[in-house]
């Protein structure tokens, strides 16, 4: 039986949602390979012209073996609006899309996220940075995802492009556990980085790393 929150989160995709003064909204819903997988495009709608933005894949899950999960691919970065340029990385547009998908995911549950075309995010997950000082990553854990996989090469055939997996943690002594490593990760990331050259995606890393590490003592020293 599929969630009321995920049948929401498709139903409020297919009428539209608006963030800022823009609309998205899905188009082309299919059906996956499975019958709990929906495939949908999604279009943003300004000005009343529409643009293809992304799409979207969502798995409804199949208890009691699989949990549902999300994943975002072929993102349109740079649009175009008759005279407008938008820029759909590092904007509320993304920022909107991220919250509607992460909200209907719960305990245990997985976002995947291509980041092919996510110059940042790539240039920083090739170097082998933590996922949580990524730009994207960064996004996904202040949502409230603690356990991170990046698929950095495809491991059979229908994988797609590289991407970042993020996942919820199943309960609050996980949570504490993935925390604790997450913490110890970007410790010694900064060490590493201390006398290293600073290119603009570093110093976006490294100040992300400082404030997970000043709100991660802080945590862990009040409870």
């Given amino acids: 039986m599929v969630r009321n929150i995920l049948k929401e989160t498709i139903s409020k995709i297919t009428n539209g949602i608006s963030i800022n003064d823009s609309y998205i909204y899905a188009k082309n819903i299919t059906k996956g390979r499975f019958s709990e997988e929906i495939n949908l495009d999604l279009y943003l709608k300004k000005y009343g012209s529409e643009v293809f933005l992304l799409s979207v894949k969502i798995f409804q899950g199949r208890k009691p073996y699989y949990k549902p999960w999300v994943e975002i691919f072929n993102i349109n970065n ?117 006398n290293f050259e600073s290119e603009w995606y570093i110093i976006n890393a490294v100040e992300r790393a400082k404030n997970i590490a000043y709100d991660l003592f802080k945590t862990k020293n009040h409870t």
């Fill in 78 to 194: 740079e649009l175009k609006i008759n005279s407008e340029k938008i820029v759909y990385f590092n904007s509320d547009l993304e920022n909107g899309v991220l919250l509607t998908f992460s909200h209907m995911l719960e305990n245990g549950e997985s976002i995947y996220v291509e980041y092919y075309n996510d110059v940042e995010t790539k240039k920083q997950l090739d170097l082998d940075f933590p996922p949580v000082v990524s730009r994207l990553g960064h996004k996904l854990f202040t949502l409230g995802f603690s356990w991170f996989k990046n698929w950095y090469f495809p491991e059979g055939f229908m994988e797609g492009n590289v991407k970042l997996q993020a996942e919820k943690p199943v309960n609050n002594n996980v949570k504490i556990m993935q925390l604790t490593k997450i913490y110890d990760e970007v410790i010694i990331f900064l060490k590493k980085m201390e």
